[in-house]
Nanobody, 121 residues
């Protein structure tokens, strides 16, 4: 199983980014996919999840500016972040699990990517 994130970078306040996570080695269409973020010294924070049917759920902190989507043909899940704020500066991770879609507790998710850095200034 491999999850590879991309799309992070440096952006000015108010800008947008679309993060991508390409999966391999498991049944992408059947698994739940999620996005998390973690700042140094802080716990990993769940942001959004999407299930095999395309249904989505968001943590309260992510509602309004974050949009999760996926492309089954490309085995890729996306996280669109709009109106970026300096507080969004951190590492962003995608995760996959067969059953955990809506519970944003990191220990319940089986597979993780290496993360992509987002810096907002």
């Amino acid at each position: 199983v491999q999850l590879v994130e991309s799309g992070g970078g440096s952006v000015q306040t108010g800008g947008s980014l679309r993060l991508s996570c390409t999966a391999s080695g498991f049944s992408f269409k059947e698994d739940c996919m999620g996005w998390f973020r973690q700042a140094p010294g802080k716990e990993r924070e769940g942001l959004a999840g999407i299930d095999s049917h395309g249904e989505t759920s968001y943590a309260d902190s992510a509602k309004g500016r974050f949009t999760i989507s996926k492309d089954n043909a490309r085995n890729t899940v996306y996280l669109q972040i709009d109106n970026l704020e300096p507080e969004d500066t951190t590492m962003y991770y995608c995760a996959a699990d067969l059953q955990t879609c809506w519970v944003f507790l990191p220990h319940l998710w089986n597979y993780w990517g290496q993360g992509t850095q987002v810096t907002v200034s």
